[in-house]
């Protein structure tokens, strides 16, 4: 199907028509921006469908006064289910796919029909979040951008599919029954659906041109839920059950061996711990406080809980240190806490003062961390503990570079704590996940074996007869 679309001071030229499909659950907020931007598309749409799956607050009423498609799918039963009930009502040849946090530009729609009038072949399309996300806060902008460098620093031969901002032929979607909708939460049903087209050797392409921004606020408890239950265990278990580990995207080689590294750092330091008890953590706690001063002080982050975790994180650095006669830790932990909120309060209207500051503050940190790493024990165990440190950060050093190009040198120091403890629980997601695949798959096979078995067959009826 085709049709004719009249664009400002050009001929009439034809593209394909191009559904647009949202689904929705208590995202009222989100969707009113949403669809603010997508109505400013320089490229005129076929039709947008919002799936309301199942809310309770007034999306349904947001989606219908901007004028779309508002379908009703019960629920709520899961993103999975309402994009596959949308896409089987809509008439366009392509269907895109997009989240309701998420923001086009005025030019992605027609990046995404660009494409597959280039690409007659070309079966699906992923896109990327741009690199100046919705949400101001650390935890936001720290997880969006590290998906925005992922994706803008994959192959272009995509091994996957996204439904936050993904492109496919409508005809194609319906031949792989969408969406697995055994998915009743968001997961991986786009992951996983992507993994059925890479097998029968459908053509997708991740391309970097179509970009959209993300609007949702993550939390760290959020994260760390998506991240492990949503994500990491599933798509373990889908790893498997393909038999597929594509060196692309969050799975790639520098992050496997990243992972690997980060579970020798906790071993050598829980060695060292272990044998020299508050010396060591004394000072390793304080760099750690001291790296993470971005996320605690930064303009956003003054809840009434992250003020409570400070003080009562400042509190043990203070015990642990009085404890082991280690005082002069304390104050150049303190100091640089108060430096950094004096600068965003202070120096981050005037550029000068912002350039000056962040150089002073620049010179401070680095003197600081460097004393405070002097007064860790001098050994050999304590020297692989810092080798293997500074081996994940060189490993990392593009995205590290990259959030310090995006948001500052002392955003990405405060990223790495964080970074590090997303490669720990990937390590424990896949843990999990190949733990519960090998038990599942050893479970039925069991079952298979005895059902099987005439004689355990005999003995199950005559049990059911007496």
């Known amino acids: 199907m085709w049709r004719d679309v009249e664009l400002l001071g050009s001929d009439s030229v034809s593209h394909p028509s191009i559904s647009v499909i949202i689904p929705a659950y208590n995202a009222a907020p989100y969707l009113r921006v949403s669809l603010n931007h997508l109505a400013q598309s320089s490229m005129p749409y076929l039709e947008c469908i919002v799936a309301d799956d199942g809310s309770t607050d007034e999306t349904a009423e947001v989606a219908k006064s901007a004028g779309v498609n508002v379908i009703s799918v019960g629920g709520p039963s899961g993103p999975a289910h309402a994009r596959n009930a949308a896409a089987r009502i809509a008439k366009g040849d392509i269907l895109f796919f997009l989240d309701a946090d998420v923001c086009v530009h005025p030019d992605t729609i027609s990046r995404v029909l660009d494409a597959f009038e280039a690409d007659p ?17 650390f935890i936001s902008q720290y997880k969006n951008l590290m998906h925005c460098f992922v994706h803008q620093h994959a192959r272009r031969e995509a091994c996957t599919f996204w439904s936050g901002c993904g492109a496919i032929r409508r005809d194609l979607f319906l031949e792989h029954a969408g969406f697995d909708e055994s998915y009743g ?63 692309d995207l969050n799975i790639e080689l520098s992050q496997r061996v990243s992972v690997a590294l980060a579970f020798l750092l906790i071993g050598f330091a829980g060695v060292a711990a272990a044998y020299w008890r508050g010396h060591f953590l004394t000072p390793l706690f304080a760099v750690v406080l001291f790296l993470l001063a971005r996320y605690f002080v930064g303009p956003e982050s003054h809840s009434k809980s992250t003020l409570i975790f400070l003080s009562a994180a400042i509190a043990g650095l203070v015990c642990l240190a009085w404890t082991h006669r280690m005082k002069g830790i304390v104050p150049p ?54 080798l293997i440190a500074v081996a994940i950060v060189f490993v990392n050093t593009n995205f590290y570079l990259f959030l310090a190009a995006k948001q500052g040198r002392v955003f990405a120091l405060a990223a790495v704590p964080f970074h590090l403890l997303y490669h720990v629980y990937n390590g424990i997601s ?3 996940g190949l733990t519960h695949y090998v ?13 099987s078995d005439p004689k355990h067959q005999q003995g199950l009826t005559a049990k059911q007869r007496d």
Not at 202 to 223: C, E, S, Y
């Open 121 to 137: 072949a070309l079966d699906a399309l992923i896109g990327s979040y741009d690199d100046s996300p919705g949400s101001e806060d």
């Open 185 to 247: 939460r968001p997961a991986i049903e786009d992951i996983e659906l992507g993994y059925r087209l890479h097998m029968a050797k459908r053509h997708v392409i991740l391309d970097k041109n179509v970009v959209v921004k993300h609007l949702k606020r993550w939390t760290f408890w959020g994260l760390l839920k998506s991240d492990i239950l949503d994500r990491g265990i599933p798509w373990t278990e889908l790893i498997l059950r393909d038999r597929s580990m594509p060196n």
């Open 333 to 386: 932990v303190l100091l640089g806490y108060l430096l950094l909120f004096l600068r965003h309060r202070y120096a981050y209207s005037n550029e000068k003062a912002r350039r000056w500051t962040g150089f002073l503050l620049g010179v401070y940190t680095f003197s600081a961390l460097v004393y405070m790493v002097s007064h860790l024990p001098s050994h050999m165990l304590v020297f692989a503990v810092f």
């Open 430 to 432: 896949f843990t999990v």
């Open 439 to 451: 038990w599942t798959h050893l479970t039925v096979r069991v079952k298979h074996v005895f059902c």
